[in-house]
């Protein structure tokens, strides 16, 4: 398990979505240089694909199992599988991450509904290393300049991708696996986290949060760190953190404004966080990216 003090890391995470109506998959391209990149704890019905073309995520964590993803690597996340990445600090990253439908490889899959992917796949496994050819790939068509046939090369890629996990990275279950929302602790957890992204302006506490969904502290803090891997208060930092640095790219506003905009008490706390997360003040920040 991932303690808290690992996941205090930044939210400088730069998504482009380069998803194209005639291919059946939607992408990100990552491309983040010097500085610390983190996506918070969260999950979604499509299979996930994230390839490291260069650089290396320091800790990638899938239900609470956590790995160093290198350059040349690639993790796998079933549906509804909980989720968090933390690239490694000064590090220029390059990457891609590829969301395939659930209902894609349901449609080609006998019994997927029971079937798992590997998530930390080794080259010891076969069709391993033909799969990250086919995302290496897949990276350098999506960054080229060069867009003849664009879609039919990725459909192709596309298709090839999901013959060779279904072929050698599936281990069958005797329950259902993917698309798992009906998990007993998942779905007592994500209204809460739900229900802190609606929220986190306001003044949450452990107490206030577990009466809104009448458990105690102590219920919904063991609960929260056993499935999300970080206490609740630490989540609410962090998404608080998310919003602040949002708001210092896009704004001139005020630290003061920011700090209560993001939902932090005051903003000596507000500078407190911040500077743990960015190692620098949010002032700082703010204007060394004004300045580009």
């Known amino acids: 398990m991932v303690d808290d ?19 059946p998959v939607k992408w990100i391209v990552h491309d983040n240089q010097g500085m610390v990149d983190a996506v918070l704890p969260h999950w979604h019905a499509s299979i996930e694909l ?26 796998v996340v079933n549906s509804a599988e909980i989720h968090s990445a933390i ?12 969301l395939i439908p659930y209902d894609l490889f349901n449609k080609y899959v006998d019994e997927f509904e029971f079937s798992r ?11 391993v290393k033909a799969i990250k050819a086919l995302l290496e790939k897949f990276y350098w068509l999506i960054t080229q300049d060069k867009k003849q046939f664009l879609a039919l090369q990725l459909i192709q890629i596309v298709y090839e991708l999901m013959y060779l996990m279904a072929k050698y990275l599936i281990i069958k279950e005797k329950i259902k696996i993917n698309y798992n929302l009906h998990n007993d602790n ?3 957890v ?13 003044p949450l506490t452990v107490k206030s949060i577990g009466e809104k969904f009448y458990l105690s502290e102590n219920t919904l ?49 507000f500078r407190k966080i911040f500077e743990e997360v960015f190692h620098q003040t949010p002032k700082k920040y703010q204007l060394d990216h004004l300045k580009k």
């Not at 992917?117 to 069709?127: A, H, K, Q």
């Not at 999300?228 to 608080?240: E, N």
């Open 117 to 127: 992917f590997i998530n930390f796949p080794t080259n010891e496994l076969i069709g």
């Open 221 to 269: 803090s063991k609960s929260f760190k056993k499935n999300i891997g970080i206490s609740v208060m630490k989540y609410v930092q962090l998404l608080r953190v998310n919003q602040a640095q949002l708001l210092l790219l896009d704004s001139e506003k005020s630290i003061a404004t920011i700090s209560c905009l993001a939902g932090f008490p005051n903003e000596k706390s």
């Open 190 to 202: 994500l209204p809460i986290i739900n229900y802190i992204k609606e929220n986190y302006q306001e």
């Open 50 to 75: 994230t390839y490291m073309h260069q650089g290396e995520i320091a800790c990638f964590t899938v239900n609470n199992n956590a790995c160093q993803i290198k350059s040349g690597e690639f993790v």
């Open 186 to 188: 998942l779905g007592k």
């Open 87 to 98: 690239s490694a600090k000064d590090m220029h990253v390059r990457g891609v991450t590829l």
């Open 5 to 23: 003090k690992e996941i205090v890391m930044s939210f400088a995470h730069e998504m482009i979505n380069y998803t194209n109506e005639l291919v």
